[in-house]
């Protein structure tokens, strides 16, 4: 800290400036009454990764929106490079060569790698010379950072870890020297998060500076060198990252301890309940999605389903819970048979005890336009206890949302409060208030703590155990191989649509991650 | 990626529509100028024409009770998150029902000519209705397509039915005339101060469409799956909410609404069913529910409105002769213009202005959202 102290008084020299790539200073941003940075000091090394943790709301989205020029700080100074500067918009940013690679990708399906990168930067009036320009540097650039990808290949036919290449490649091949990540590894395999992760040294070790923003702790514990914390709007330390832990990272960003591990005493399985057999699943445009998949869930335990996302886990949760029609195969629960009759059919799945906490609570779980008590009755909206009859009873509806608020700890403690105002963690906790507090005998969870924070991932995983202790059936999808290891009781591995093995939660991590990559451990030893 | 911020309710009902009602007055106002009147003259006389006289006001409402209905044929299957705009056919259609069953029933009394044509005009803007509706839900036919393409069938089949089929003796392409026993009472039958003006008892029906759909929108377990189905359709299904059911039945209901406006104007007041009697009221029904946000009291505040201006447009006509009844048309659609398809013009003005002074959500939930 002293010495960016001193610079303020120097004329900004080569020296300094080659210290720190990025300098933030007292940087603020508020929208209305909601400081979301206050006073945030961050300085970044050049030629190191710098990691960035928080919890939801925490203001790392903002700050770094700050930093590529979406947003303009209300005070503060940003330093690039030893120069003040005032980041107008992103391609500002880009000129000072700050880049950023987006947690949802940027890329058209149907172009092709090459095409994908200079598009926004294609200079001249004919595409051919820069064409031929753009495929010299992407081959130096593969050679340099070891980004291989090929240039020819049409984006719809990447993989999600080469799609992730290739929005890397086009911030380098507009001159980046700094790169910011938002969120990298929610949609890789752990092979490919180790294989970003080897990449991302190697930028730094040729020079570039590399900002990684995450939530997992474990990523910033293997690859980063410096680590910032930040709390509510505030930066809280910043630590070399061999001097820190785990533990003591997850304390700092909620502000007390945290249980990182989940108590559990060993599951007492009973009955099967949800008994799936010879499942096939097609997508609309009749993609098989889910191949004949076969298992089964008995009361009072937790069946977690891993793998990386897109291998036919969503399609399997929307078949279970009513949602979409199987192709092949027949869904029992208690012995009943699930039957798929039309677009309202996920109306009968719940009458039969199924509750379904969807992989994505926004686009499915909830309406965000809705006031919550609202979304607290969706799915269960004809029942007589919502009002007599063809009527609905705000009244009575309300009185029983305010008592899910309370049991659930839900905040602001507002039934009337528009959905979208809740924060992520809050909407998620209505979500699972719905589904949880009534009569049920299957509960189908998908990602439960995605884009939730700490604090209420602890609440939500003690909610779903304690459900399993009553003795309900739960089927637990999560991208998160840590979330499934500590939750299951048995584990089931998907790739490609199909259940390709079944793991106890105490298998190695290079079991897990062979097996999430359609390679069967034990032969692929 | 600038942050949409939330305006205060007042001023997105009220100022909003009301800057864009100033606006198409005063750009009028200049076309008025421009061919040598003063506007100032031609607006009072627009608005003392409306409302400056009993029978101005009875005029004005009159037409508000079309509005009322055409508009909130639009609102409804809005709420579902689809457009209709099949209203004009849907209205045009219902006549046929409804003259039918009033020139059946003209020899009794009005009381049943009224209920009579009133159910029957309900049915035929549903049916009419139903049929795109049905396209829509079960063959994902695009409904804005489809109801504008049912406008044209309506027309060419009641210019049929008009002129070959339920023709008056003599008569070119229109219905014989309701019997006198059969009339709908007119509200100048009880309040003398309403003149010679077409209002009649179907205003009443207006008040009651608008209170019928606020309760069956904020109030019924139907109106819960509209509106969740039209705010979210995956989390519709999710909830297992038919999008089919409620596709078909918003649409049924819609069009029972914009039939309502068969009684009133052919039943009420021309009393015999004529060539091309909707004269566009549907097609303005989608500018008063845009204006009135879908809610039913912005759409009667709309339906004044437009109620208003198409009254005070026919007195600015008369009073001023210099000025053209084309012009009148122009004002009428500047005002659909701005406060329909232009309605958010002021919005980027009016957030900066509030910006500042209003309270946010609690946590910009765009920006948590990205974090996940």
Redesign the interface.
């Given at each position: 800290m002293v010495e960016h102290q001193t610079t303020n008084a120097q004329q900004p020299s080569q020296a300094a400036g080659s210290e720190f790539a990025i300098d933030l200073k007292r940087v603020s941003k508020a929208f209305g009454p909601v400081q979301a940075n206050k006073d945030i000091d961050l300085a970044v090394k050049r030629n190191s990764i710098h990691g960035i943790v928080g919890e939801n709301g925490a203001g790392k989205s903002t700050l770094m929106s700050i930093l590529y020029g979406f947003y303009t700080a209300d005070s503060g100074e940003i330093w690039v490079n030893g120069q003040l500067v005032k980041i107008k918009d992103s391609s500002h940013a880009l000129e000072l060569g700050i880049g950023m690679v987006h947690q949802h990708f940027m890329l058209v399906e149907n172009f092709t790698v090459l095409e994908n990168i200079i598009l926004g930067a294609e200079g001249e009036y004919l595409l051919a010379s820069s064409m031929a320009k753009a495929r010299e540097e992407l081959t130096r650039l593969a050679t340099d950072y070891g980004l291989n990808v090929d240039p020819d290949a049409l984006i719809e036919d990447l993989s999600v870890g080469q799609e992730q290449r290739v929005e890397i490649l086009k911030a380098l091949y507009r001159g980046a020297d700094v790169l910011i990540l938002d969120e990298p590894t929610g949609v890789l395999t752990p092979t490919e998060a180790d294989q970003l992760f080897r990449i991302l040294e190697q930028l730094r070790d040729e020079g570039k500076t590399i900002i990684l923003i995450t939530h997992k702790l474990r990523e910033i514990m293997a690859v980063t060198d410096t680590v910032s914390v930040m709390r509510q709007g505030e930066m809280v330390g910043t630590l070399a990252t061999k001097d820190t832990s785990p533990e003591q990272l997850a304390e700092l960003m909620v502000g007390r301890r945290v249980l990182l591990r989940v108590d559990k005493t060993p599951a007492e399985p009973k009955d099967v309940v949800l008994d799936v057999k010879g499942l096939s699943v097609t997508d609309d445009i009749g993609v098989p999605r889910v191949k004949d998949v076969s298992f089964n869930v008995r009361a009072g335990e937790i069946v977690g389903i891993a793998g990386v996302a897109g291998n036919g886990q969503s399609d399997l949760l929307r078949a279970i819970s009513g949602m979409e029609a199987p192709l092949l195969g027949e869904i029992r629960v208690n012995g009943e048979l699930v039957r798929f009759h039309g677009d309202d059919s996920a109306s009968d799945a719940r009458k039969m005890g199924v509750a379904h906490v969807p992989e994505d609570r926004l686009k499915m779980g909830l309406v965000t336009a809705f006031e919550e008590w609202e979304n607290s009755i969706l799915g269960y909206h004809e029942s007589e206890k919502y009002g007599t009859g063809m009527f609905l009873s705000p009244k009575m509806a309300i009185a029983e949302a305010e008592k899910r608020i309370e049991m659930f700890d839900i905040r602001p403690r507002n039934p009337r409060l528009k959905t979208a105002n809740f924060s992520g963690g809050n909407q998620q906790k209505i979500v699972l208030a719905r589904e949880m507090d009534r009569d049920l005998d299957v509960l189908i969870v998908g990602q439960p703590t995605r884009g939730v924070d700490i604090g209420a991932i602890e609440f939500i995983h003690k909610h779903i155990i304690e459900l399993r202790d009553k003795g309900i059936a739960v089927l637990l999808v999560s991208v998160e191989l840590d979330e499934i290891r500590a939750l299951s009781d048995r584990v089931l591995v998907m790739f490609d649509g199909e259940i390709v093995t079944e793991l106890s939660p105490d298998a190695s991590e290079r079991e897990f991650g062979l097996s999430m990559a359609g390679v069967d451990p034990k032969e692929g030893a | 990626?600038s942050?949409r911020q939330p305006l205060p309710n007042w001023v997105t009902i009220v100022l909003m529509p009301a800057l864009n009602v100033l606006l198409a007055f005063i750009i009028g106002g200049l076309a008025v100028a421009i061919i040598g009147e003063n506007p100032l003259t031609a607006m009072w006389a627009l608005f003392y024409g409306a409302f400056g006289t009993g029978m101005g006001w009875g005029f004005t409402l009159h037409y508000a009770t079309n509005f009322i209905f055409t508009g909130l044929a639009v609102a409804i299957v809005f709420k579902a998150g689809m457009f209709n705009i099949g209203g004009e056919g849907q209205a045009y259609v219902a006549g046929l029902g409804a003259i039918m069953v009033a020139l059946w029933l003209d020899q009794t009394h009005w009381v049943f000519v009224l209920f009579g044509s009133t159910i029957a005009a309900m049915m035929m803007g549903s049916l009419w209705a139903i049929i795109p509706a049905w396209l829509q839900a079960k063959r994902g036919s695009h409904i804005v397509i489809t109801t504008i393409m049912f406008n044209f069938i309506a027309s060419a089949f009641m210019s049929y039915m008009l002129a070959q089929v339920i023709t008056a003796p003599g008569a070119n392409a229109e219905t014989r005339t309701i019997a006198e026993q059969g009339r709908l009472p007119l509200l100048s039958d009880w309040f003398d101060a309403f003149q010679y003006s077409p209002l009649n008892i179907t205003f009443f029906f207006g008040i009651a469409a608008l209170i019928f759909t606020y309760v069956l929108i904020?109030?019924?377990?139907?109106?819960?799956?509209i509106?969740?189905l039209g705010?979210?359709p995956?989390?519709a299904?999710?909830?297992?909410?038919?999008?089919?059911?409620v596709i078909i039945i918003s649409m049924a209901i819609a069009g029972a609404m914009a039939g309502l406006m068969a009684v009133n104007e052919a039943v009420g007041v021309q009393k015999r069913l004529v060539v091309g009697y909707v004269h566009g009221f549907g097609f303005v029904g989608i500018a008063v529910a845009f204006m009135g946000r879908s809610h039913p009291v912005g759409i009667a505040l709309a339906a004044l409105l437009f109620g208003a201006l198409y009254q005070g447009g026919q007195e600015l006509a008369f009073e001023l002769p210099a000025v053209p009844s084309d012009l009148v048309v122009v004002i009428q659609a500047l005002v659909i213009l701005f406060t329909g398809a232009m309605g958010e013009m002021f919005r980027p003005l009016l957030e900066r202005i509030f910006?500042r002074r209003?309270?946010?959500?609690?946590?910009?939930?765009t920006?948590?959202?990205?974090?996940?």
């Amino acid at each position: 800290m002293v010495e960016h102290q001193t610079t303020n008084a120097q004329q900004p020299s080569q020296a300094a400036g080659s210290e720190f790539a990025i300098d933030l200073k007292r940087v603020s941003k508020a929208f209305g009454p909601v400081q979301a940075n206050k006073d945030i000091d961050l300085a970044v090394k050049r030629n190191s990764i710098h990691g960035i943790v928080g919890e939801n709301g925490a203001g790392k989205s903002t700050l770094m929106s700050i930093l590529y020029g979406f947003y303009t700080a209300d005070s503060g100074e940003i330093w690039v490079n030893g120069q003040l500067v005032k980041i107008k918009d992103s391609s500002h940013a880009l000129e000072l060569g700050i880049g950023m690679v987006h947690q949802h990708f940027m890329l058209v399906e149907n172009f092709t790698v090459l095409e994908n990168i200079i598009l926004g930067a294609e200079g001249e009036y004919l595409l051919a010379s820069s064409m031929a320009k753009a495929r010299e540097e992407l081959t130096r650039l593969a050679t340099d950072y070891g980004l291989n990808v090929d240039p020819d290949a049409l984006i719809e036919d990447l993989s999600v870890g080469q799609e992730q290449r290739v929005e890397i490649l086009k911030a380098l091949y507009r001159g980046a020297d700094v790169l910011i990540l938002d969120e990298p590894t929610g949609v890789l395999t752990p092979t490919e998060a180790d294989q970003l992760f080897r990449i991302l040294e190697q930028l730094r070790d040729e020079g570039k500076t590399i900002i990684l923003i995450t939530h997992k702790l474990r990523e910033i514990m293997a690859v980063t060198d410096t680590v910032s914390v930040m709390r509510q709007g505030e930066m809280v330390g910043t630590l070399a990252t061999k001097d820190t832990s785990p533990e003591q990272l997850a304390e700092l960003m909620v502000g007390r301890r945290v249980l990182l591990r989940v108590d559990k005493t060993p599951a007492e399985p009973k009955d099967v309940v949800l008994d799936v057999k010879g499942l096939s699943v097609t997508d609309d445009i009749g993609v098989p999605r889910v191949k004949d998949v076969s298992f089964n869930v008995r009361a009072g335990e937790i069946v977690g389903i891993a793998g990386v996302a897109g291998n036919g886990q969503s399609d399997l949760l929307r078949a279970i819970s009513g949602m979409e029609a199987p192709l092949l195969g027949e869904i029992r629960v208690n012995g009943e048979l699930v039957r798929f009759h039309g677009d309202d059919s996920a109306s009968d799945a719940r009458k039969m005890g199924v509750a379904h906490v969807p992989e994505d609570r926004l686009k499915m779980g909830l309406v965000t336009a809705f006031e919550e008590w609202e979304n607290s009755i969706l799915g269960y909206h004809e029942s007589e206890k919502y009002g007599t009859g063809m009527f609905l009873s705000p009244k009575m509806a309300i009185a029983e949302a305010e008592k899910r608020i309370e049991m659930f700890d839900i905040r602001p403690r507002n039934p009337r409060l528009k959905t979208a105002n809740f924060s992520g963690g809050n909407q998620q906790k209505i979500v699972l208030a719905r589904e949880m507090d009534r009569d049920l005998d299957v509960l189908i969870v998908g990602q439960p703590t995605r884009g939730v924070d700490i604090g209420a991932i602890e609440f939500i995983h003690k909610h779903i155990i304690e459900l399993r202790d009553k003795g309900i059936a739960v089927l637990l999808v999560s991208v998160e191989l840590d979330e499934i290891r500590a939750l299951s009781d048995r584990v089931l591995v998907m790739f490609d649509g199909e259940i390709v093995t079944e793991l106890s939660p105490d298998a190695s991590e290079r079991e897990f991650g062979l097996s999430m990559a359609g390679v069967d451990p034990k032969e692929g030893a | 990626m600038s942050a949409r911020q939330p305006l205060p309710n007042w001023v997105t009902i009220v100022l909003m529509p009301a800057l864009n009602v100033l606006l198409a007055f005063i750009i009028g106002g200049l076309a008025v100028a421009i061919i040598g009147e003063n506007p100032l003259t031609a607006m009072w006389a627009l608005f003392y024409g409306a409302f400056g006289t009993g029978m101005g006001w009875g005029f004005t409402l009159h037409y508000a009770t079309n509005f009322i209905f055409t508009g909130l044929a639009v609102a409804i299957v809005f709420k579902a998150g689809m457009f209709n705009i099949g209203g004009e056919g849907q209205a045009y259609v219902a006549g046929l029902g409804a003259i039918m069953v009033a020139l059946w029933l003209d020899q009794t009394h009005w009381v049943f000519v009224l209920f009579g044509s009133t159910i029957a005009a309900m049915m035929m803007g549903s049916l009419w209705a139903i049929i795109p509706a049905w396209l829509q839900a079960k063959r994902g036919s695009h409904i804005v397509i489809t109801t504008i393409m049912f406008n044209f069938i309506a027309s060419a089949f009641m210019s049929y039915m008009l002129a070959q089929v339920i023709t008056a003796p003599g008569a070119n392409a229109e219905t014989r005339t309701i019997a006198e026993q059969g009339r709908l009472p007119l509200l100048s039958d009880w309040f003398d101060a309403f003149q010679y003006s077409p209002l009649n008892i179907t205003f009443f029906f207006g008040i009651a469409a608008l209170i019928f759909t606020y309760v069956l929108i904020w109030r019924t377990k139907l109106g819960y799956k509209i509106r969740t189905l039209g705010a979210n359709p995956e989390a519709a299904r999710y909830a297992g909410i038919s999008a089919v059911y409620v596709i078909i039945i918003s649409m049924a209901i819609a069009g029972a609404m914009a039939g309502l406006m068969a009684v009133n104007e052919a039943v009420g007041v021309q009393k015999r069913l004529v060539v091309g009697y909707v004269h566009g009221f549907g097609f303005v029904g989608i500018a008063v529910a845009f204006m009135g946000r879908s809610h039913p009291v912005g759409i009667a505040l709309a339906a004044l409105l437009f109620g208003a201006l198409y009254q005070g447009g026919q007195e600015l006509a008369f009073e001023l002769p210099a000025v053209p009844s084309d012009l009148v048309v122009v004002i009428q659609a500047l005002v659909i213009l701005f406060t329909g398809a232009m309605g958010e013009m002021f919005r980027p003005l009016l957030e900066r202005i509030f910006a500042r002074r209003v309270n946010p959500a609690p946590e910009a939930p765009t920006t948590a959202e990205t974090e996940a």
